[in-house]
């Protein structure tokens, strides 16, 4: 198919930006996104142009690291898929694509597509670990009970791969989603018990450090999470931090 590309160029951070028109001709509808972005790229230096920057890594939907603002959507018009895993059967001959970085005060665009989520990273590091010492030999799966349900909620919430597309997404550019996984994921496990009143309020305290925006329950974030991660960790992050916030208080 051959399809005409309005791109986001930005040199740096303090750079302006703009949209940049491309064609690029025959790619395959098999071929992912990402792969459609490569062949740009190849025509761009061939022309002797610079090459689009963008993020990726594992191109597996684990990494987190593909952050594409598509057609007005992050991570495209598919659903429960990053960008990587974006193929380009989602879109038809003659379409005309924008692509974008994820928007957000709180990740500034670093240079083109890619963008600096390192806020994200600070709210893991003020509360999104355990103490447990994990060394010696490892311990008898069964040697630490957890209640089915509780496992399962666990692993629901440990599926968030950090992308941004909640944050992208909501239009108050908030970031609850992500850190209400983030803080459920430990408080289901015996082993998240330690920290877990420091934890939630460290971690929501650096959320709003870092110039997010409050939660309206619009739900948008749900919908275009590529991990499927429940609004009801919303709900569970907000008991954990008054249970917190009240005992803090005696
Ligand atoms: S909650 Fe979903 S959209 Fe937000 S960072 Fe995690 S995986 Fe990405
Ligand atoms: S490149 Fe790793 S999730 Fe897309």
Known sequence: MNLTLKVWRQKDAKDKGGLETYQIKDVSEHSSFLEMLDMLNEQLINEGKEPVAFDHDCREG???????YINGEAHGPDRGVTTCQLHMR???DGDTIFIEP???KAFPVLKDLIVDRGSFERIQQAGGFISVNTSGNTQDANGLPIAKPMA????DAATCIG???CVATCKNSSAMLFVAAKVSQYSYLPQGQVERKERVLNM????DKEGFGNCTNTGACEVECPKGISLEFIARMNSEYLGA???SEN
Do not use: H, N, Y
């Open 90 to 92: 989602m879109f038809k």
């Open 152 to 155: 399962d909620k666990a692993m």
């Open 102 to 104: 994820f928007r957000s």
């Open 163 to 165: 992308c941004g597309a």
């Open 204 to 207: 929501v305290e650096q959320m």
């Open 62 to 68: 684990i990494c987190g690291m593909c952050s594409l």
């Open 245 to 247: 916030s009240v005992k």
